[in-house]
């Protein structure tokens, strides 16, 4: 396909696939224009906390999966690492389905020699490891987040603006108020430091970044609920950090129904 880029790595987390707000149309266009030698999907990938609650399961997560399980019969090696969300796979360590493996963790050699300790990261959220119910409270509430991003979101399209995500911007003003971001990042690179590892790699948060701590290369592969964030190796061992919201350039903005026009007009 053109425009299609290959990769030694691509490492991808917290799709939440059964969730409303999972974007398995975003997902899927990436998929069909990166390519990489292993895939490792770092937790969280299924939503089983919202399908337990209400199943919602549409095409578009049947065309995610099919198109994993596409690319590992013709060759990508596709590991999977469970997180809190999908925890009902942690009891299956070094198992295949469908030619993807299952692990806890893994250590991941770069191609420039470089070590990363890749692991999901809820074992290292307080609220959910001490707190079950209170993070189980907390998902609730993030919903109700996800569904005034959606409402909002679809105003700003007819309105021709750019996709801004209200649950990632509320999200980002309460974890900064407790330093929550701050703090997460911190363990986790403790525990890289505790495995003698250059780096590590994981999710969880719905926080996209790479920086250095005291040495050690932190990265956050985001998330595809409101980020669309992946993270991709190249063949020297450099990371990248890619948001993807498709090739196809954004159409014209359709005329502004009268009722938002007085809206705006009043305001």
Not at 115 to 140: C, I, K, Q, T
Request: proline fraction near 3%.
């Amino acid at each position: 396909m053109a425009n299609t880029r290959h990769f030694r790595t691509i490492f991808l987390s917290d799709v939440h696939l059964g969730s409303k707000a999972a974007r398995t149309d975003l997902l899927l266009d990436f998929l069909r224009h990166h390519e990489a030698d292993t895939i490792i999907l770092v937790g969280d990938i299924v939503d089983g906390w919202r399908l337990k609650r209400s199943w919602h399961w549409p095409q578009g997560c049947n065309d995610v999966v099919q198109k994993l399980l596409r690319k590992a019969r013709k060759g990508t090696r596709i590991v999977y690492i469970p997180g809190n969300h999908d925890e009902f796979l942690r009891d299956f360590p070094g198992s295949h389905f469908g030619g993807i493996e299952v692990a806890e963790r893994l250590i991941h050699e770069a191609g420039d020699g470089k070590r990363y300790l890749v692991l999901h990261g809820d074992e290292f959220d307080v609220v959910v490891r001490n707190a079950r119910l209170l993070a189980y409270l907390g998902d609730w509430a993030y919903d109700a987040a996800i569904v005034i991003n959606i409402g909002l979101s679809a105003i700003r399209r007819r309105l021709g603006m750019p996709y801004w995500s209200f649950s990632a911007w509320a999200k980002l003003q309460v974890k900064q108020a407790v330093n929550f971001i701050g703090e997460f990042q911190r363990v986790v690179a403790d525990e890289a430091r505790r495995n003698n590892v250059d780096g590590v790699i994981c999710g969880h948060i719905h926080h996209a970044v790479m920086e250095d701590m005291d040495g050690i290369h932190y990265i956050n592969t985001g998330d595809w609920v409101e980020s669309c964030t992946a993270v991709a190796e190249h063949q020297d061992g450099t990371m990248e950090m890619i948001e993807w919201h498709g090739l196809v350039t954004v159409p014209a903005p359709s005329p502004v129904p009268a009722e938002i026009l007085n809206d705006m007009k009043a305001a």
